[in-house]
């Protein structure tokens, strides 16, 4: 099962008032783990950063105006997402603003179904605790000293270790390895063959084992518990 973590880094939190990408960091998990198959870009905002935002992801105007606007990048994007689930920490922030530069490109926007919020089942699992990115790897012992500032791919690493536990952990990433190569072996036959050609295990006594019991009994004496079983069970 392919799915793709992402996260976005932005201009500020509404593109309907003018707010823009500025980085977009993914990661390709298969059955909850990660593949190594990134995808990360900056984006040109045409427009000024705000300080706020600044402090969070430090990325200046100045620093992304070398970087393409996200007409031309954006088809990269989505040939990277193919057709697979998108997760994200509170997904609806991100979609938005992915469903709004679509939007302006003329591309069809991702439905709501399409995603994936890590958020939300944080916060289902865990409720009345911090489920912020930085709390939930706290929680789960994921190491996020990196993190000095908000980075789109970063964080898209870090959450697909968050996701991952909060699909049952690692444990169950290892056993779904296990069965699918179980599934793939039956497929092809390969372990059914290993099976079938076990040779049956002996049940019945040999001969040399039914002599061996016979000394032993002999040697027990007329007067051991087992020969009086045995009359008793003939009488």
């Known amino acids: 099962m392919r799915e793709i973590v992402f996260d976005t880094e932005t201009t500020g939190f509404n593109p309907f008032d003018g707010d823009r990408l500025v980085e977009i960091g993914c990661v390709e998990v298969e059955n909850f783990l990660p593949t190594g198959r990134i995808f990360h870009q900056y984006i040109n905002p045409e427009r000024d950063m705000p300080e706020g935002a600044f402090r969070i992801h430090g990325l200046s105007a100045d620093y992304l105006k070398g ?134 295990r002996p049940h019945e006594a040999s001969a040399e084992e039914l002599a061996r019991h016979g000394e032993f009994i002999i040697s027990l004496g007329e007067d051991a518990l087992w020969h009086k079983v045995k009359k008793d069970s003939a009488s």
């Open 67 to 200: 970087y393409p606007v996200f007409a031309e990048v954006y088809t990269k994007f989505i040939d990277f997402v193919g057709d697979s689930k998108l997760v994200a920490h509170n997904a609806n922030f991100d979609m938005k603003f992915i469903n709004w530069e679509l939007a302006q490109v003329g591309h069809a926007e991702y439905p709501k179904d399409r995603a994936i919020d890590t958020l939300d089942m944080a916060r289902r699992k865990f409720p009345g605790s911090p489920n912020t990115l930085d709390a939930l790897c706290k929680r789960f012992s994921i190491d996020n000293s990196n993190r000095v500032k908000h980075g789109a791919l970063l964080d898209a690493e870090l959450l697909a270790e968050v996701y991952l536990e909060l699909r049952g952990g690692r444990q169950r990433g290892l056993a779904l390895e296990a069965e699918v190569k179980a599934a793939a072996d039956n497929a092809d036959g390969t372990q059914m063959a290993e099976k079938l050609l076990r040779p049956t």
